[in-house]
């Protein structure tokens, strides 16, 4: 079995309370008694793309469990590559694959500089492409990303999704190996089909933003800073995917049932 741990949306901005909940799920990971292979943070890794900010994620961040990351609206490019990745900065999106115990994870770029919406532009989809081509024929495949390729019901992430998924979806339908899609930019779990294959939508360790259904007046945006953070964990078993979500407390475990 292959565990992928996934946290997504972590917008470090400097504060301390946001590289607090970070701290605290990434400590909950650390000290599982089965680690997780790997951890996947699926963007908007900082609030607004500071060169500060990545320093900041570079620290928090700082794991002895293999960990990757992909950009989300909230990033900027260079400074992630610079900051965080260390690479140069490439011409156009940064697509990377990993593999993790004869998982591929594709990480797609989602991200379109200066906007908050998402879209893959040929560039991507020719590197997935060519991932795809060189995966063994009994090779699974996840591909992660930061924006939704379908609505999900938010009136905030909705109107910045991910533009034109059509391409995304063939390609996903038309091939087996591929077990799902893990995306972040909702601060909510969420699930649902997409190329009929489950679309895993993490929570966001620093908020949550609501559905449709908590919106009170047009044009509000229902997020909460008071739940505490979610980490997801994703159990790849031959070419089943399981899916667990965890929220870890920020007071701490209590490992005896209350009286
Ligand atoms: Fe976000
Ligand atoms: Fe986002």
Redesign the pocket.
């Known amino acids: 079995m292959i565990l992928l741990a996934q946290i997504s ?1 972590t917008h470090f901005d400097l504060t301390p309370r946001n590289a607090d909940r970070v701290t605290t799920a990434l400590g909950y990971l650390e000290r599982l008694p089965r680690r997780p292979d790997a951890i996947l943070v699926t ?2 890794l900082t609030d607004s793309g500071t060169v500060a900010q990545y320093d900041q994620a570079r620290k928090v961040l700082s794991t002895d469990i293999p960990l990757h990351v992909l950009p ?3 990033d900027d490019r260079a400074n992630l590559c610079h900051g965080l990745l260390d690479i140069p900065v490439p011409d156009g999106p940064v697509n990377r694959a990993v593999e993790v115990g004869g998982l591929t994870v594709a990480m797609l770029d989602s991200t379109i500089p200066g906007s ?1 919406g998402g879209a893959l532009g040929e560039q991507t989809y020719a590197w997935l492409d060519r991932l795809l081509d060189r995966t063994p024929a009994d090779g699974s495949v996840l591909i992660a990303l ?2 939704p390729p379908v609505p999900m019901f938010s009136t905030v ?1 909705d109107p ?1 999704r991910l533009a034109d998924p059509q391409r995304l979806e063939h390609t996903i339908a038309g091939d087996d190996r591929i077990l799902g899609v893990l995306t ?2 909702m601060h909510a779990m969420g699930t649902t089909l997409f190329g009929g294959r489950p679309l895993v939508v993490a929570p966001s360790v620093a908020s949550a933003i609501g559905g449709e259904w908590e919106v009170r007046t047009p044009g509000e945006v229902p997020i909460d800073y008071a739940p505490d953070p979610s980490v997801v964990l994703h159990a790849v078993e031959g070419h089943r995917l399981t899916t667990i979500v965890r929220t870890v407390p920020m007071g701490g475990r209590i490992a005896v049932q209350p009286c």
């Open positions: 949306d963007g908007d989300g609206n909230h908050g930061h924006h992430v910045i972040g930019h």
